[in-house]
């Protein structure tokens, strides 16, 4: 598949040399020992309390990102290949907020939310990847542990858990490797990735930076997950963000490579903007899904996964809006070659998470995988002897082999939960389409079993949590 292009040549260039240059005149602020000691130690220098790159640190830095590299759930599932531009979709993280199902008012979410969320993402055919909502009713220093322990007793699909700092990561390293077997096996077939979130504009600061270093060092999947607001902690510009955001990346992606050479890293993108009419910070449409391509394409020429998060939109609600923002940001930056996609199931610009909208995400990510679906152009798919044969015989394709063939392999997109019967079909019910995601999410949530853990990692998970509580208070 030919990708979307966000920049021309000249202008991709032009963006490319205004992010190293602010890697070399402007740096990074970090206030972590270990990450200012790496970035020195290869030739990086100072300028007052800024760490400025040069040219051969950049060089020596992207020149072993992995391009591609594999992403593992449990109980044998097919790997997922980050790499290969296939745009998986991605749960929201670190959500406060739920719709509930049955009263469909906004409350706090809780620890049954994240288990019933991640069993929902579960079961749905087209979401690939689960994140962790943010239960208001676990103990903080606890809480991704307890998130991690959730997810692997509620989904056999891998996951992405942002670490915030380097503190409870032991205990999370801990409840994967009960479940993967080994640390080794761990590493083998990584069951998640670990995106930092380093602080817009262009600062590391101490938890985000020892946490990357850390991630690197456990041999996990990492990714580089700043969030820049244009017109706040970016630019007023589009390109002028994405030049500024993708020197935050490439900072990350460097520095992972310095220190462990050969790490899988992501440029996960999240370059999002300031309503100046009310000061909301907005992950809605155009905006979100334009920076997302442009830098996509940035991705691209490093050769590097990006995951950059397209299911967003301004609505507080499961709704024609919150449809078409989905559909517009996901779609944009898949055709402009996305690894992985995320915020699936958000509302009111990723601080809610949504069952009803997971829902019809899933229907959205289906049109977005099918969309990117390579067509085979051969003698056989063109048809012309079989054009010829109808014609020349004044029958029909409906009866022909070659329909039946090419229905019965896929060719057309099938909906899960979308309108195509008639008027009068749809009538006898007259469900709109959130009506049919809620009983959908209804009545997976009542029946859907999710495979269980081993016993004895049910329980190696038990221990892990009762340490990292006594450890951690």
């Known amino acids: 598949m030919q990708w979307l292009n966000f920049f021309s040549e000249e202008e991709l260039l032009k963006v490319h040399e205004a992010s190293l240059d602010i890697l070399k005149k402007i740096g990074i602020g970090t206030k972590s020992d270990r990450l200012k000691t790496l970035l020195l130690d ?9 760490i400025l790159f040069t ?4 060089d020596q830095g992207m020149k072993t990102a992995p391009a591609c590299f594999n992403l593992y759930g449990r109980s044998n599932r097919p790997a997922l290949e980050i790499g290969k531009k296939k745009a998986y979709a991605q749960t929201l993280v670190g959500a406060p907020s739920v719709v509930d199902l049955d009263s469909g008012e906004r409350r706090d979410a809780v620890l049954k939310d994240l ?29 991704l542990t307890v998130e991690t322990a959730t997810l692997l007793r509620n989904s056999t699909k891998p996951f992405s ?10 205990y999370i390293l801990d409840v994967l490797i009960a479940v993967a077997g080994s640390e080794a096996q761990l590493r083998e077939k990584p069951l998640a990735t670990l995106p930092i979130s380093p602080l817009s504009p262009l600062d590391y600061g101490l938890h985000p930076a020892e946490a990357l270093l850390d991630v690197a060092d456990a041999g996990l999947p990492l990714g580089i997950e700043p969030c820049p607001q244009m017109g706040a902690t970016g630019p007023m510009t589009l390109v002028g963000t994405v030049a500024m ?47 997302g391509a442009a830098l996509n394409h940035l991705s691209r020429y490093y050769n590097v996964p990006c995951a950059p998060g397209g299911f967003s939109g301004a609505s507080k609600v499961a709704d024609m809006q919150s449809g078409y923002e989905h559909l517009y940001n996901s779609l944009l930056e898949a055709l402009a ?29 289906s049109v977005v995988q099918r969309t990117l679906r390579e067509y085979e152009v051969s003698e056989d798919t063109l048809a012309v002897d079989v054009i010829k044969e109808i014609i020349e015989t004044k029958s029909n394709f409906l009866q022909h082999k070659h329909t039946r063939k090419y229905l019965r ?28 995601a809620r009983s959908r999410a209804k009545q997976i949530l009542a029946t859907y079993q999710v495979e269980p853990l081993s016993p004895e990692a049910d329980k190696e998970i038990d221990r892990v949590l009762e340490r990292a509580k006594k450890e951690l208070r």
């Open 42 to 50: 290869h030739g990086c220098h100072t300028q007052g309390e800024r």
């Open 55 to 58: 040219q051969d640190v950049i």
């Open 115 to 143: 288990a019933d969320n991640t069993r929902l993402a579960d079961a749905l055919d087209y979401i690939n990847i689960i994140s962790p909502l943010f239960p208001r009713d676990v103990p903080q220093e606890i809480i």
């Open 161 to 170: 858990i942002c670490i915030e700092s380097s503190r409870e990561l032991k």
């Open 245 to 291: 955001h993708n020197a935050e990346m490439l900072a990350g992606v460097i520095a992972a490579q310095l220190y462990k050479p050969g790490s899988p890293v992501t440029m996960s993108s999240r370059a999002t903007f300031m309503d100046m009419r009310s000061g909301l910070g907005l992950w809605a449409m155009p905006e979100l899904g334009l920076a």
């Open 337 to 365: 070659g996305s690894d992985i996609v995320g915020s699936a199931g958000s509302l009111d610009n990723a601080l809610i998470s949504c069952y009803v909208m997971l829902v019809l995400d899933n229907e959205i990510s």
């Open 409 to 436: 392999a896929g060719e057309l997109w099938v909906p899960s939960i979308s309108e195509r019967g008639t008027f009068e079909q749809w009538a006898a019910k007259g469900e709109k389409i959130e009506e049919k």
